[in-house]
């Protein structure tokens, strides 16, 4: 079930509505919306195309939209997953590192491989090219089916590139792959080869995007090393994270809700910021809004610096050990947001610590 909330924007913030909109699971198992699917692709399908064609796409993308509540593993094909990767490797560098997205469209935040999850958000959503999406990185690691929740979003990068957007998260990174579960998960399924495979497809991906000239989106937050958005749009890629700097900020960097200014992350890694900070960079970009991902939130997004800022997070029950809901925020062609909300199966009081 999905739930949705009204908060009113503050002036000069893009004004929030609500409208209500209920996932529920068909006798096939299929997720539905209200009483129809909104998955054209649902259904077995024969084809003879090669690879390289539209009608494979579609395929791929309904064999693994099949799973109905995404509880297991799709069997995928080592040669699937390599082409699929090269494919995707071409489409993503045709684009720029800073997008330029036009409303209507759907933003996502932190899936970590909660495949389950990420179909009911298209469900409710409309899949692609009846709904159009923004992902905020962090794609895989810790949720079970990482493999499935890459390979659907890249199918679908593929199949509608002009409707579905992918954005680098902190995690899209082959030492953070290394610690907190999807080299595993690609060795135990395939091999390292393919983790290899899938590593290079996402240092592909794009960094930023700004939605109808008025949002800035990124995973992570703001850098005290960037003066123009012009540093986001050369950057060379494909490319690793780099320890420290501006693209490691972009992907990296939290608000700070006790202090001002730039503070040392007790992650370790890259800054904090202060709500001076986003109302500078608003102010000096001609932004009303910034939208980002990277950190657990107890409601699923969460405002921050005079509703200036929201933190994005779309796993529920985070791996299986937070009680946090999460959220999808869908802004129509007036910068209308409207939040969608997948809450948690058990309500548990606990302390949600701010980072992951």
Known sequence: MFENFNHNALPGSPPVRTRRQSVQSSPSGHLTVGATTNNPLIGPRRFSHPRNGTEYLDHLIAKLTQMGDGAGGVQLSAMDLETLCLRARGVLLQEPALLEIEAPVNVL???????????????????????????????????????????????????????????????????????YGFFDECKRRFTVKMWRTFVDCYNCLPIAAVIGSAIFCCHGGLSPDLFSLDQIRNIARPCDIPESGMLCDLLWSDPDFVNYGWRPNDRGVSHTFGADVVTAFMLRFHFTLMCRGHQVVEDGYEFFAKRQLITIFSAPNYCGQFDNAGAMMSIDQDLLCTFRIQRPISLRRLTYPMHK
């Open 109 to 179: 935040g932190d899936i970590h491989g909660q495949y389950g999850n990420l179909l009911k958000y298209l469900a409710a959503g409309g899949y692609p090219p009846e709904g159009r999406y923004l992902l905020l990185g962090d794609y895989v690691d810790r949720g079970k089916n990482s493999i499935e929740t890459l390979t659907l979003l890249l199918a679908l990068k593929v199949r509608y590139p002009n409707h579905f957007f992918l954005l680098r998260g902190n995690h899209e990174s082959s030492n953070l792959n290394r610690v």
